[in-house]
């Protein structure tokens, strides 16, 4: 069992930069694939980021997020992180981390065994 929490949301403005956190509870939080997906009001859930277990070496992104966000993962801390920047108001959605039991990279929502409640990213132009 996972529990994930998110934070780091907020109000910015175009050009900005924020950075989420996604603090997950349990001991093995290595062992999960861990990913970021973020969602409009009427929209379906999207992907953003993923990021393998263990050191996290491997990484996939979005087309649309790709070289503007980075996402990276302590196992220390149990802990995800997504830096987002250069943010447009297309980025605007609550974001939301997951945690897979599939170790690899993993792009399917119905992948993903466990969901943080979601962080809302605001962007004003």
């Known amino acids: 069992q996972v529990q994930l929490e998110e934070s780091g949301g907020g109000l910015v403005q175009t050009g900005g930069s924020l950075r989420l956190s996604c603090a997950a509870s349990g001991r093995t939080f290595g062992n999960y694939g861990m990913g970021w997906f973020r969602q409009v009001p009427g929209q379906e859930r999207e992907f953003v980021a993923a990021?393998?277990?263990?050191?996290?070496?491997?990484?996939h992104y979005a087309d649309s997020v790709r070289g503007r966000f980075t996402i990276s993962r302590d196992n220390a801390k149990n802990t995800l992180y997504l830096q987002m920047n250069s943010l447009n108001p297309e980025d605007t959605a609550v974001y939301y981390c997951?945690?897979?039991?599939?170790?690899?990279?993993?792009?399917?929502?119905?992948?993903?065994?466990?969901w943080g409640q979601g962080t809302q990213v605001t962007v004003s132009s």
């Open positions: 997951a945690a897979s039991a599939i170790p690899g990279l993993v792009i399917l929502s119905t992948r993903y065994n466990y």
């Open positions: 990021i393998s277990s263990g050191g996290g070496g491997r990484t």
